[in-house]
């Protein structure tokens, strides 16, 4: 025996849009400064033998469609998080409601399981900013073109670890997740613009840095983020000699001194840059070692975060 069971999901959507629309066969509306979507879903439950005597019937919520539609309603706001180059918290809630649970009743059902907090679905999305999320697909239709077409769901998938990255509160899980999502910017900037035929990580990097950032760029990130630069130098961070090399290098001091004497920007936010893949080392490799692990993880995601966005805001226009 079968019954369907008509559910209705708001999603709450914060922060708010500024106006209502429908897109992607989503209706956003906006009444009083908060945004909803609103779908209504047929959810078929079988009554087992045992039970169809007596009506007990579980409710069923359609959670295969609400994580679905979850998912979906996330990847249209992080698209617009890349149009916006904006990156800030915000959640999408499913609100559930059995529609039809007065009428199951009155045909003598019992329902059975309350629909459970857990189908609560926390996601930190995009801080948008009074723009029509028509215009971000146009923006996406047109604008990843030339040397990066094809790229949409890399960018999304990086746009969706630095939002992650946001989100954690966790210091080390935090810059580990940025990490992922800078790595896989740096890499696919470097392969597809064929920027460099060296395997090594931080000449990748380096190249990439040199190519998307404008000095106004680099200026200001060096201006807004001296404290890091001071901790990094505080760390006294050395990188064992390796392969080519007869002695240890000082990263650390070598960064204290760029900052003495006024360096070119590029060069000093490089070595920067510099003493922060070297904490990714230690993190990935022998955190549970370090002492100072966490500490070292929050400032160099400190760093990282302004870096990594300003990278993909050039990558997607480049």
Known sequence: MEITQLWEVKYNVTPTLSKSEEFSGYHFEVTNNNTSITKTYEKTVTLQQDRIKSKLVKREPPQTEINHDSQEIRNILLKRMVFMGV???????????????????EMGFRLT???????????????????????????????????LEGLDEAVLYISDGIEKSVVEKQPVKSFMMLWVAFNCLYDIFSEKTNLTNTSDTFDKVRKTLGELLDETDTVSLLNNHR??????????????????????????????????????????????????????????????????????????????????TILLRRFVKY
Request: aromatic share 6%; net charge negative.
């Open 87 to 105: 990156f800030s918290e915000i959640t999408i809630d499913p609100e559930l409601s059995l529609k039809n649970q007065s009428e199951l009743e």
């Open 113 to 147: 399981t309350a629909v459970i907090s857990a189908l609560e679905m926390p996601y930190s999305l995009l801080d948008v900013d009074n723009d029509y999320l028509s215009t971000t697909e146009q923006f996406w239709e047109n604008g990843l073109n030339g040397k």
């Open 227 to 308: 404290n890091e630069l001071n901790a990094l130098v505080s760390y006294n961070i050395v990188v064992p000699k390796r392969n080519g090399q007869t002695k240890d290098t000082p990263i650390s001091y070598q960064l204290g001194r760029m900052l003495e004497v006024i360096a070119p920007p590029e060069q000093t936010l490089s070595q920067a840059m510099r003493c922060v893949y070297e904490i990714r080392n230690k993190v990935f490799h022998q955190g549970s070692l370090n002492t100072n692990v966490e500490p070292q993880a929050s400032v160099a995601k400190t760093l990282l975060l302004p870096v990594t």
